[in-house]
Nanobody, 124 residues
Framework: QVQVEEFGGGLVQAGGSLRLSCAAS?????????WGWYRQAPGKQRELVAG???????TYADSVKGRFTISRDDARYMVYLQMNSLKPEDTAVYSC?????????????????WGQGTQVTVSS
């Protein structure tokens, strides 16, 4: 059974940094893994903050470009989000998403997995 768990949230002052980590377990060896970090602030819709696909291609929300960096460690089945120059508007629950794809001759099976989320609070 695949499980995804985030680490590293907390309280930080504006201008500070935090690093979020996400670990997955129970994965199939031949699976294609695409990762994403999402966030949801109170009263707002969940948004994609950063993504990295199986080929290492990265995408970022405009609001975090130049401040956040996503990276992955395939050997450890982990993904990271380095957040620098944090702003109060970055305050949200951050969740890790894993799209787990298994492709065989017969079919391709794609499954979404989510972590429980971790709170990031940036004080002004």
């Amino acid at each position: 059974q695949v499980q995804v768990e985030e680490f590293g949230g907390g309280l930080v002052q504006a201008g500070g940094s935090l690093r979020l980590s996400c670990a997955a377990s129970g994965l199939r060896r031949n699976a294609q893994l695409d990762w994403g970090w999402y966030r949801q602030a109170p009263g707002k819709q969940r948004e994609l903050v950063a993504g990295i696909n199986s080929e290492g291609r990265k995408t970022y929300a405009d609001s975090v470009k130049g401040r956040f960096t996503i990276s992955r460690d395939d050997a450890r089945y982990m993904v990271y989000l380095q957040m620098n120059s944090l702003k109060p508007e970055d305050t949200a629950v951050y969740s890790c998403n894993l799209v787990h794809t298994i492709a065989t001759i017969e079919r391709t099976t794609k499954t979404d997995y989510w972590g429980q989320g971790t709170q990031v609070t940036v004080s002004s």
